[in-house]
């Protein structure tokens, strides 16, 4: 990694290359999904954390240091972190905190600043404020998930999905969906900390993306992966996005917004129609308050009431996303669930893990996990499509 490029990347990209234009596949459709990978740690408490690091601080110390520290840390040196919470009341939790805090304060102003203690020193910053001398334990509802997971994996996040919680990375993958392809290949794999949003996990790949595969002009995701910012890209680089589900709050009563020139709008609602017009800072649709007066709509309609007219204003943005939610009705009813089949893909990178735990850590190692089994994954369904020994399948 001294050049900060990724041999396995490299090495992937070349091989699903040359599969890709031997098999003569259609890479202008594509779906991808993404899937949380568990580092190889063990699930630490907030304050079991907090006293393992204590005691591995310990161990590196030198003798000279040690005479000054030890009795700081007397009450944890006999035994194990792990021993030590075992043998602690449930109840004295909170105060423990508190302490540990008057403990790590005083490390911390005399070995904070080295390199060898980056971790103490990290783990202090994400537990501790100190205000006028006064240590205080941050809320433990404050603490967001990229704080330190484990001693022995910096980078793991952790995340809560669906009431599960992971500790570790989110794999991405980007696979073909043509229907005209005899077998679909991996295209494109990423792993990142798992506190990253789908929709900038797509954001950081899709010049990679664009780049691999440039006849790229449809790309199914769930809602998951939508933005402004990938509405902008994937607009400037000619790819539709088909999305099959709609992030967050959907709208009571629809409007479409379909551009006529490079200003102008046509805006329907369920009942009427009208041209946008420009206003300052964004535009506006003016609508027939007689026909609206009779719509049943009426109570829930995102207009506002004039004099005039019913108005309702949008943006450019607020065009291309709504653009994006209808999509999907556009297409022919054989390609509405292709993103549903990544799916299973997705389940092919994790169903020998326990729990979807890898036996590494760190995001490097997790990254050639993620290659290494999407060049296999590859392998094993051009042999299964050409029925090919292993070895000129590989070859």
């Known amino acids: ?156 996040t952790d995340r809560k999905k669906r009431g599960n919680s992971s500790k570790g990375f989110v794999l991405n993958a980007v696979e073909t969906a043509h229907p005209d392809n005899p077998v679909h290949l991996l295209v494109d794999v990423t792993v990142a900390p798992n506190t990253t949003d789908d929709s900038v996990v797509l954001n950081e790949r899709l010049e990679a993306l664009i780049q691999k595969t440039p006849d790229l002009d449809e790309l199914h995701t769930d809602g998951g992966y939508s933005s402004a910012d990938n509405d902008t890209v994937l607009t400037t680089a000619g790819i539709a996005q088909i999305q099959t589900a709609v992030r967050g709050h959907t709208r009571d009563v629809a409007f479409t917004m379909i551009p006529t020139d490079d200003t102008t709008y046509q805006v ?8 946008s017009q420009p206003t300052s800072t964004r535009l506006k649709a003016c609508f027939d308050l007689t026909i609206c007066a ?66 590494v850590r760190g995001l490097f190692k997790t990254a050639l996990f993620a290659f290494s089994r999407a060049m296999a994954m590859n392998f094993g369904r051009i042999f299964r499509y050409q029925g090919l020994p292993a070895r000129e399948c590989c070859g």
Request: aromatic letters at 8%; charged letters at 25%.
């Open 1 to 156: 990694m001294l050049t900060g490029e990724n041999l396995f990347e490299a090495v992937f990209d070349r091989l699903t290359r040359a599969q890709v234009e031997t098999l003569k596949l259609k890479t202008s459709i594509q779906h991808t999904d993404s899937v949380m990978l568990a580092s190889t740690i063990r699930d630490y408490s907030r304050l079991h954390l907090l006293i393992e690091v204590l005691l591995r601080l310990h161990r590196v110390l030198t003798d000279t240091d040690n005479v000054a520290v030890t009795e700081l840390l007397t009450p944890y040196l006999p035994q194990s972190s792990s021993t030590y919470l075992y043998r602690l009341d449930r109840a004295a939790i909170p105060d423990e905190l508190t302490t540990l805090g008057r403990i790590y304060h005083p490390l911390y102003q005399q070995y904070g600043d080295t390199e060898i203690f980056a971790m103490f020193a990290r783990v202090y910053a994400e537990h501790f404020t100190v205000t006028d001398e006064t240590v205080t334990v941050i809320a433990g509802t404050d603490l967001p998930g990229t704080i330190l997971q484990s001693p022995d994996d910096p980078e793991a």
């Open 294 to 359: 009779r719509c049943a709509h009426a109570p829930r309609c995102l207009t506002q009431e004039g004099k005039a007219c019913r108005t309702f204003y949008f943006t450019p943005e607020d065009a291309i996303r709504q653009a994006r939610y209808r999509r999907i009705a556009t297409l022919p009813v054989e390609r509405r669930s292709l993103r549903s089949n990544v799916e299973a893909t997705i389940r092919e990178f994790v169903n020998r893990l326990d729990r979807h735990k890898v036996s």
């Open 268 to 275: 329907s609602c369920p009942v009427q129609t009208a041209m």
